[in-house]
Each structure stands twice: as C-alpha cells, then as structure tokens.
C-alpha cells in the first residue's frame, strides 16, 4: 500500500457518487473541490526570501536534491525563494498541484520525507485544510517547471503539537525542496493526440481541449451490449492501475436520450475518484479506465450488468437496464 505523504491531512479523497444526479449538475460535495472543514487558520504569513540552507547536490529540476543543516535560528515568517524559475503556468489557490518534493527538519538536516524515492509525485489540491500552510501560501503563483524552497516555521506546519509519527517536534522549522511538475483547475482538459473515431456505433465525442465541455453524439442505434473503452484523445502519460485515484473532468450521460445526468466541465471542479471503490458503483467505469494512459479522454460505454442494473438511482434520468455513457479527462492519477 502506498504510504500517505506526511504533507497531507488525513482526510480521504472525494468519491464520484454517480447516484442521484440529477440535470447536467456538478459532482456532488464530497468531491475534489469541496475542501474538508478545518479551525480558523492563523492570518496569512508575511513571506520572505531566507534564511534558507544551500542545496549541496542534485540541483537539477526533478533531481533528489541534498539539502544542508539549517544554521543559525530560521525565520519566524515563512521563507520562500525560486531556485530555479519555470515557464509554465502561475499556480493559483485551489488548484491541484503534481510536485516531487522533499522535507527536512532545520536544526538536525534529518529528512522525515520524499517523493524522489517513491518515484511517486504528490498530487494535491492547494487548499486550506488539504495540506499544510506554508505549501498553500509558499507555492501560490509560482510557475510549473519551477523548484521553489521554503522553510516553515510551526506556525505554517504542524502546530504545536507538531508530528510524532514523522518525528517533528512543535518546534521544529522545515525546510522544503518542490519541483512543480504541472498544475490542474476547472478549466483542465486532456491534450492527448486525437484519435479517429471511425465507428458509427459509438457516440462521436468532441476534441477540444479548453476545458469547455466535450460535445457527445450518441448514434440512433442499439446500444451495445459489452463495455466499450476507447481513446478520443491519447496521452503519453503511464497507464492507470486498479487501485490508484484519478483526477478528472468528466461528464456521464444515458445512451437512449442522449441526457447528461453529472459532469464536472464547466462546473468549476474537478474530480477525483478512487478505481477500487468505483468497482462497488459503477463496474464498467472502473474496468474501462484502468490502464489508460493519463493525459487521455476516453469513452467509457457501459452495458447495464456493469452500471446499475435494474437498481438505477432515484430522482434522476437513469433508468432500469440503462446504458451509460462517459467521456473522462484523465488529468492525474494519485
């Protein structure tokens, strides 16, 4: 089981619930935007540019950096320098953020955390009670390409009581190294290589990709009776394992009708969504998404013995023995 980056609150990933939508309505509130509820936060840091201690090694973007002691007494506000600058987009507050990333503790050099290591980057959302503070207001409008340091006092990081299990006293400043790797909001699309859609069978699906909602023809013809998972845009990304979380864009509509019944484009969310627990909802998603390639939109047709059955969700367009039709902006996998 992957181990849960000590960054992170302990709070589970939102699930697509797929189950009483109504209307062309967004994700319900326990998805990706709706952050969890967290104490008052203390006023916004003042952020300044040191002190911070030298990267002695791997100081290349994407490189494991080493990171010197931490000498003299760190400062009480938050120190934040670009070590070195990228060209991509600004981050802003309350988009997801894919970084690798290393912490250490000031005083002693010991590092508690990595993501080097693991060959895993953290993907998260950079939102009051997701992560720590000093991330939130240190990473906010800096450029994906960039490696970014700060150094955090409590205040900004675990509090008083700091964290035991990683060995951070409540005293303890860290340091942080952050190679920004992408960022992701609303407006995220796929931006995969188009792939032809040849089969009149299938619903026709748009190939934009400026997070405006993909347009879906579905044809006047039986639907079909096995799942159906096919690029409309194909990524380069690694393909998605049976037991990661995927951040998305995607809309869901009723094959007979052509009626959306849930979607995130447009709404000003995003989703993220367990694969593993989607197999207790909707089977046919979860089979039809796992080992796509991220960075892809794909169609995902679901046959009625892989979606609801003849036990659809109440107060909705979704009827007994529906087919399903989805078309998912695989944005990260998690």
């Known amino acids: 089981m992957r181990r849960r980056s000590l960054l992170l609150a302990a709070v589970p990933a939102g699930l697509v619930t797929l189950a009483g939508c109504g209307g062309s309505s967004g994700p319900s509130d ?82 508690f955390d990595n993501s080097y290591d693991r060959h ?23 450029r994906t390409g960039s490696r970014v340091q700060i150094a955090v006092p409590p ?51 748009g190939t934009n990709t400026d997070g405006a909602v993909p347009a879906v023809k579905v044809p006047h013809t039986a639907a079909p009776d096995k799942l159906v998972s096919a690029y409309v845009l194909e990524g380069d990304g690694a393909r998605l394992k049976a037991d990661q979380t995927v951040l998305c864009q995607f809309q869901g509509l009723v094959w007979d009708g052509g009626k959306t ?17 989607m197999q207790q909802t909707v089977k046919g998603l979860a089979q039809g998404l796992t080992g796509k390639k991220v960075g892809s939109r794909v169609l995902v047709v679901v046959p009625p013995q892989l979606g609801y059955g003849n036990n659809p969700p109440s107060g909705g367009p979704i009827g007994k023995g529906a087919t399903l039709v989805f078309t998912v902006d695989i944005l990260a996998a998690m």
Do not use: C, H
Request: charged share 20%; hydrophobic share 35%.
């Open 120 to 142: 895993a980057p953290l993907v998260m959302q950079l939102a009051q009670g997701t992560l720590i503070d000093g991330w939130r207001y240190g990473l906010t409008g800096k």
């Open 155 to 205: 205040t900004w990081g675990y509090g008083k009581s700091g964290d035991a299990q990683a060995g951070i006293k409540g005293t303890d400043t860290l340091v942080f190294v952050i190679d920004l790797i992408d960022s992701f909001n609303s407006k995220s699309s796929a931006r995969g290589r188009v792939v032809p859609q040849n089969d009149p069978a299938l619903p026709r699906v």
């Open 261 to 277: 019944f849930q979607r995130t484009y447009g709404s000003g969310r995003l989703s993220q969504f367990s694969l593993a627990q």
């Open 30 to 111: 326990s998805e990706a935007s709706a952050s969890p509820s967290a104490p008052s936060a203390p006023p916004p840091p003042k952020i300044v540019d040191g002190p911070l201690p030298p990267i002695t090694a791997g100081k290349r973007f994407g490189e494991k950096p080493t990171v010197a002691k931490g000498t003299g007494d760190p400062s009480k506000n938050l120190a934040v320098r670009t070590v070195l600058p990228g060209r991509g987009r600004a981050v802003a507050e309350n988009d997801f953020v894919q970084a690798n990333y290393l912490g250490q503790i000031w005083d002693t050099g010991k590092v």
